[in-house]
């Protein structure tokens, strides 16, 4: 392992190994493994067994709430190769850049008027946007210091229900198994999302949080075969941290790696579960993105494959 994970292990697991967390999940008994960090876990969707301690306490990450957003020509600390996650609602378009998630990996906003959450995995690469609208009450979410197959755990402040981020479903409390609504965002670069959009806003870096937004806490991580935890279903086809894009369309999942894009170039007509669909890849700035027959953006997932194929082990794969 190279020194870069290892001073993430340290910083962000503190005490914890690999092997400790992997001994620790095989002799947690039920008494035990029915409370962790102050959650409820008994009669969760996924097993007890494999929900993790990631490491910090409940909001030992603090998510952001109602950040500050100023102009692209602002953005003084953003280098056009810096990636963020953007989103458009309403006429209304926002960009939050990843070196930012990586330290609070939830940020609740309003957007055009709809409340939504913003979510940043950095252990699966996985950037997702929910309406945080949910049974007609907007709720606001915290980073509960769980993990599931290597995947964050979001707790809403208002029932203390847990989240899968990506089975966008609660697992456990009042609201199990109710799912969040998934919206249409890109994972592209900063020079990319402006191109596009060149009136957004993206949220400011004056934040009194202690945290160093120039130094990147998952530095290597991206190229690792290594996971920090582990995860019961792996899938040899592809490295570990190949980005895919992850789609779910009529109850079925499909990945479309970037490697297979980039063989053909910057876009793919498919067909899947009967939809057609325009994929649509931009080598420079390392993102795809799924279009319907009539052009509109569908919402998908960005994701280390590792991840996607560990919450959808049947997923079939586009091959060029």
Same mark, same amino acid.
């Given at each position: 392992?190279?020194? /870069? ?16 967390? $992997? ?241 053909? $170039? /910057? ?54």
């Amino acid at each position: 392992m190279s020194n /870069g994970l290892t001073m993430i292990l340290i910083r962000h697991l503190r005490s914890l190994t690999l092997w400790s967390i $992997g001994l620790l999940l095989l002799t947690t008994s039920p008494a035990q493994a029915a409370s962790k960090n102050g959650f409820d876990l008994s009669g969760s969707l996924v097993p007890q067994r494999e929900i993790a301690q990631g490491g910090p306490p409940r909001d030992g990450i603090p998510a952001l709430d109602s950040p500050t957003f100023i102009a692209a020509n602002e953005a003084r600390y953003l280098r056009d190769s810096d990636r963020v996650l953007g989103l458009t609602i309403n006429g209304d378009a926002r960009a939050y850049p990843i070196r930012i998630l990586n330290w609070h990996e939830l940020v609740n906003d309003d957007v055009g008027g709809t409340p939504v959450l913003v979510s940043y995995c950095p252990l699966c690469g996985t950037g997702m946007v929910f309406k945080a609208k949910v049974a007609g009450e907007a709720r606001t979410f915290g980073v509960s210091g769980l993990l599931y197959a290597s995947d964050v755990l979001m707790y809403d402040r208002q029932s203390e229900s847990l989240w899968s981020q990506l089975l966008g479903q609660a697992v456990t409390g009042p609201l199990k198994g109710t799912r969040l609504s998934l919206l249409t965002s890109q994972h592209t670069t900063w020079g990319d999302w402006r191109r596009q959009h060149p009136n957004t806003r993206v949220m400011s870096d004056k934040i009194r949080s202690g945290r160093n937004y120039s130094r990147d806490p998952y530095a290597g991580y991206e190229n690792s075969r290594s996971l920090f935890f582990p995860v019961k279903h792996m899938d040899g086809r592809f490295h570990p941290k190949e980005w895919v894009l992850g789609l779910e369309i009529k109850g079925r999942y499909v990945a479309y790696p970037f490697s297979q894009l980039a063989l053909g $170039g /910057g876009e793919l007509k498919d067909t899947y579960a009967g939809v057609p669909l325009r994929i649509v890849y931009d080598a420079d700035a390392h993102s795809a993105r799924a279009l319907d027959a009539d052009g509109n953006e569908l919402p998908s997932v960005r994701s280390y494959w590792f991840a996607w194929v560990a919450f959808h082990p049947g997923t079939e794969v586009y091959r060029k």
